[in-house]
């Protein structure tokens, strides 16, 4: 006879199925406050590659202007072809952390490539920008720091800052005053952490670095900037926000930059000082404790960057695209906000007049993102419109003619 009694006897089936039925009836009801706010979320399946031209799961063609595939790097051959030859001499997965066995020497010439382009001693790779973001704000965390952060930063790096054993706080979007107020009234002699993205991902408005220099250096504190969205799009040669400011890498010593945005791959890494990568391979848990990055994703990243550098008519593209589409918008009358990269916002206000923006530009044939709280403040929903350089004069016509043709209720 077993020891263990069937679940059933010991009565410990009924209460498991009430304790899920109580989990389920929880869930569900979250779900139903999120559907009634309209505010659900869904996925939006795509087949075939992400270009301009999309195919989605309705099985329709739009063109994409949801991407940050900014600089058209995702299907280009050279990249792909890397892809493939790598995939042959390494296999497709790395097969364990990076320090046990799953580095290879594709990964350190990438990290050294990144490095090189950002004018850093070293880098160090990450598997997500999201894990990064994680990883370095805890490592450089002292407990109980003040970490200060833009209020609109990328919720990576919000939940950094969160699940460190720092305390945390949000000073007014792009406010340098607010900011040295905080660094003022929250001084203590741990060093403090001021965090910031280069480019705000849902704004596209850049931070104010110069000014945010010139804090760190004088209340000692860390300056930790995340250019996911600068890098490859901003500076003369595509090295990003800081080239944009003319800021050297002494000024933030901390910089981190994603693969998946204008590199066209995924994954991420941290640049700086040898001494503050050899300090993260022994303290970047999201680095240590998780699968390194596939070895064939590594090599196509290396592509993508020798692409980035030697087709500068990519970045040039993106800017005409961008300056253009400012102008443009702001004929039609509609609020777009002032920005200078590839992210685009033209704000609406309710979250129910976006989601219907963007039907309607779809029933149009272009894909735009309506985007709504909790990802950005109340009442500020979106259409949020992102180019490539892949994107043609025709398809930015389709896009032009379509929002011109936005009714009324539906322009905020
Ligand atoms: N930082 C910023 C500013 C981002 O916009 C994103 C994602 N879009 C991330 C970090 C996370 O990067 P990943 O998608 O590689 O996790």
Redesign the pocket.
Known sequence: MSLVEPASQTGQESQGSRASQRLKAELQQKLQYRAEQNLLRQVLQRCGPCQPDSLFGDGQKRVNFCS?DYLGLASHPDVIRAMQVAAEQYGVGSGASHLVTGHCRVHDELAEALADFCGRQKAMLFS????A?VGVINALTNPGAPIFQDALN?A??LDGGWLSRGDSRRFAHRDTKDLEAMLIRHHCDSRALIIT?GVF?MDGDLAPLPEQVALADKYQATLIV?D??GIGCLGDTGAGTLSHFGLSASDVPVLVG????SLGT???FVAGDEVLIDYLTQFARTHIYTTAMPPPLAAATIAALACLRSETWRQQRLQSLVMRFQQDVANLGLNILPSQTPVQAIVLGEADRAVKASEYLREQGVQVSAIRPPTVPADSARLRVTFSAAHTDEHYERLLDALASLPDDLRG
Do not use: I, V
């Open positions: 940050n997500t920008g999201y894990m973001n990328h990576s790096l993205d991902s995340d996911a969205h994603t693969l998946g945005k995924a994954g991420a």
